[in-house]
């Protein structure tokens, strides 16, 4: 599949729409339900506190699809990413309160590659940290 973009209608430098994605620790059950990773650090204060984090701990692997929905929406086809990676930084930490934590991510096309694919590199803080690095996506165009 391919995007929806065209591939020479994107430059080097060309800014993804930024989004922001609340994180509650509801969402963590649903997310632990779904990918049947019910580890404590994800639900469990005390437990968290006692392995020497500061609290509750969203999934790695949900942060990193919220993540890359910045590009899939830009994209307007999921099928266009042909690669994904990241480096997990720093862990998005989620109080227990109606507010939860937010994700912060931004994406700008980096590099324009052979066969119509761009590289996007992504940038996604919580609370004012840096929590994915090395966040890049292949992405094939229109």
């Known amino acids: 599949m391919t995007a929806k973009i065209a591939y020479d209608d994107v430059e080097v430098g060309t800014e993804l729409p930024a989004q922001t994605f609340r994180v509650t620790r509801a969402t963590l059950v649903q997310y ?80 324009k590659l052979d066969d119509n694919t761009v590289r996007v590199d992504l940038v996604a803080t919580s609370a004012g940290q840096k929590v994915l690095g090395m966040s890049r996506a292949v992405v094939r165009l229109a």
């Open 32 to 111: 632990a339900g779904a990918s049947g990773d019910f580890n404590p650090i994800h639900w469990n204060e005390k437990f968290a506190k006692e392995v020497g984090l500061p609290d509750v701990i969203a999934h790695g692997m949900f942060t990193m699809a919220e993540a890359i929905r910045v590009v899939t929406d830009w994209a307007g086809d999921p099928g266009a990413v042909v690669e994904y990676g990241v480096r997990f930084t720093k862990p998005v930490v989620v109080p227990n309160d109606d507010e939860g934590a937010t994700i912060e991510v931004s994406g700008k096309v980096a590099v």
